[in-house]
């Protein structure tokens, strides 16, 4: 039973990483992972710095939100225009545009001028370049596959992103106390070389749908598409109670390592470091599993309650080695839940409505997050910072147990694929 099992998970794995084969796809996500190496250390080198400004959680909760609210705002302008413009050069600018404010940054911090209004407003630039940038990204992906490998493709592009988030992190702990926070921007500008590199030597297969003139009127084309699928619904429901009750757990982490494990940024590193980790793991294994699954609906399900209990659980024990553990366990089954939602969204949508599909999964989790974040902070606050994530954990656990319990249809989900004719390229899967 056991070799079986091994050669199940070998077996997962490797069809994960099956679209690396395809070398368009090879060389972007090589691109990336360089790049993504300095954005996670500039996210936390960016904590750093607000935490070192202002000892307060609302502040870091306000830096966050800046960084994300755009996508929330603009999600229904920035879809539908990475579905109408060529996708490769939009990541260009969005690419370069970062690449610019990294060194603003580094520039400020370097000459000990940074305010905080400075961190506000350079993080909210950021988030409207993330904002164009995501809905692009996620769908380019797709260019570079093709709708046969794109769910895999996702789950390999999942796995870059937290290779990324476990080095990144440690990395900018370590750079951050031998060589000065204004080092991690530096080195996060310089990598942006390299995804630009990767995006001049690859071409992708785009299906581009012609202006209509009406940026909304497309936007809520695609929200009626998603009203018409129930699972696509619960899709975006279950993402957006894990973004908002987990993934914005992340940015009160500079407290932890200060006030609870009275430690400094080599403790926070390796804090964020162990959610990336855990998240690579799950990316590498439980996702390629959990896609093999019959039950798509109580696996997505089982693996929100998972994260809570864990997160509940990492609030009840200021204890280092613990709290690394409880960390890695919670974010293990995060990618389970946003891979399969970005990859299932992509196969249920038709092939000229995929970026504004994503807009609106980008919205209900990435946008949702910078809300989570502020009461987050406010509740830091108020109450502490292990209660503020005890509460966190909880409502997350009574989420996915309510959604598990009150919907029977959610529970028995499946989907399967079935041949269909070329001419109807949109059901290539059969959901029940």
């Known amino acids: 039973m056991a070799a079986g099992m091994a050669h199940q998970v070998v077996q997962a794995v490797y069809d994960g990483l099956s679209p690396l084969r395809i070398r368009n796809l090879r060389i972007y996500l090589t691109g990336q992972v360089v790049s993504l ?4 250390m500039q996210q936390t080198a960016q904590g750093w710095v607000v935490w070192e400004l ?13 960084g994300l609210f755009p996508l929330l705002v603009l999600g229904p302008w920035t879809g539908v225009w990475a579905d109408r413009l060529d996708r490769r050069r939009l990541l260009l600018a969005t690419q370069g545009t970062a690449m610019l404010l990294a060194f603003a940054f580094a520039l400020l911090v370097q000459a000990e001028l940074i305010a905080l209004w400075h961190v506000y407003a350079l993080a909210l630039l950021l988030g409207i370049v993330t904002a164009f940038d995501f809905p692009a990204q996620q769908a380019f992906v797709g260019d570079l596959s093709g709708m046969e490998l794109v769910r895999r493709a996702v789950v390999t592009n999942a796995m870059i992103v937290q290779v990324s988030r476990t080095l990144g992190p440690a990395l900018a702990g370590l750079v951050i106390a031998e060589m000065g926070v204004a080092s991690a921007f530096w080195i996060n500008g310089v990598t942006f070389l390299a995804v630009i590199g990767s995006l001049l030597a690859v071409a992708g297969n785009q299906v581009r749908r012609p202006s209509t003139g009406s940026s909304l009127g497309e936007f809520w084309e695609g ?20 973004a908002f009750f987990a993934m914005s757990t992340i940015f009160v982490f500079p407290v932890v390592a200060t006030d609870v494990l009275r430690s400094g940024p080599e403790v926070l590193g390796y804090l964020v470091g162990a959610s990336g980790a855990g998240a690579l793991f799950g990316s590498l294994v439980a996702t390629p599993l959990a896609q093999a699954a019959r039950r798509t609906g109580l696996v997505l399900g089982t693996s929100a309650a998972w994260t809570g209990a ?30 399969s939602s970005a990859g299932l969204l992509q196969v249920l949508s038709p092939p000229e409505m995929r970026a504004r599909i ?75």
């Open 223 to 242: 929200v009626r598409f998603i009203r018409s699928e129930p699972r696509a619904q619960d899709l975006l429901l279950l993402t957006g109670c894990v």
């Open 358 to 432: 994503l807009s609106v999964l980008l919205m209900v989790s990435f946008g949702a997050t910078p809300i989570a974040s502020v009461l987050t902070g406010i509740a830091v606050d108020a109450f502490g910072v292990m209660a503020a994530l005890r509460i966190n954990g909880v409502a997350l656990v009574f989420a996915a147990l309510l959604l598990l319990g009150g919907r029977r249809s959610f529970r028995g989900w499946s989907i399967e694929r079935r041949s269909v004719p070329q001419s109807a390229p949109r059901r290539r899967w059969e959901v029940s």
């Open 54 to 66: 202002t000892r307060s959680g609302a502040a870091l909760g306000i830096a966050a939100m800046l």
């Open 310 to 339: 864990w997160l509940t659980g990492f609030s009840l024990w200021a204890w280092f080695p613990f709290s690394l553990l409880a960390i890695f366990c919670m974010s293990v089954l995060v990618p389970v839940v946003l891979t």
């Open 37 to 40: 190496i300095g954005v996670f």
